[in-house]
């Protein structure tokens, strides 16, 4: 992985859990984004997080979200399109 797309993950997972955040759901509580991963055409970006409440309902909650999240990653980071969010949890994430 290159030094840029490193750089440009590390910038969308800082702009996604301050997004998050600022989401008033209680599902999401003691949510952790441990990691994404984009694509390599930049369509899709896969979250790894790590709920210490009931993780079923924190990534149905994020799914809801999808929108607004997407929306506030667009104000942060400049990006030439933006990817579809796909939330998956820590455990679940390739070696």
Do not use: C, N, Q
């Not at 390599?40 to 709920?51: F, K, S």
């Amino acid at each position: 992985m290159s030094y840029g797309r490193a750089h440009l993950e590390e910038r969308l997972k800082r702009a996604l859990a301050e997004a998050i955040g600022g989401l008033e759901d209680p599902r999401l509580f003691l949510l952790i984004v441990e990691a994404v991963r984009l694509s390599p055409d930049g369509r899709v970006l896969t979250v790894y997080v790590e709920a210490f409440s009931d993780e079923e309902k924190a990534l149905l909650a994020l799914s809801h979200a999808e929108r607004r999240l997407l929306s506030e990653i667009a104000r942060r980071v400049r990006l030439r399109h933006l990817p579809r969010l796909e939330f998956v949890p820590w455990r679940a994430r390739p070696a």
